[in-house]
């Protein structure tokens, strides 16, 4: 079984930064796009960056010039660094990955999320 964990999330004021990563673990041939969404009460799940196997990347206009998605493939870990955080930055953040554990089968996975919040 394929499991994704986070971590780094926590309580920090505006303008500082944090860290998250998301470890991969389990029956894994290789994993493919990886991503970080966030969540808020009342909200839609928003993509908030993806990163490739080849490590092509893309942001929402929102986090664009603040964060950056990295990944180690040879440690199946993916992070994001968040600086200048703002307060409307506040969700919970979940990590996503499309994993290949067969040479036919594709399935996708969600971390269990952690929470980010930022105060002003």
């Known amino acids: 079984q394929v499991q994704l964990v986070e971590s780094g999330g926590g309580l920090v004021q505006a303008g500082e930064s944090l860290r998250l990563s998301c470890a991969a673990s389990?029956?894994?041939?290789?994993?493919?796009?990886m991503a970080w969404y966030r969540q808020t009460p009342g909200k839609q799940r928003e993509l908030v960056a993806v990163?490739?196997?080849?490590?092509?990347?893309n942001y929402a206009d929102s986090v664009k010039g603040r964060f950056t998605i990295s990944r180690d493939n040879v440690k199946k870990i993916v992070y994001l660094q968040m600086t200048g955080l703002k307060p409307e930055d506040t969700a919970v953040y979940y990590c996503?990955?499309?994993?290949?554990?067969?040479?036919?089968?594709?399935?996708?996975?969600w971390g269990q999320g952690t929470q980010v919040t930022v105060s002003s």
């Open positions: 996503n990955a499309d994993v290949r554990i067969s040479q036919l089968k594709l399935n996708e996975y």
């Open positions: 389990g029956s894994i041939v290789l994993i493919n796009d």
């Open positions: 990163i490739t196997s080849g490590g092509t990347t």
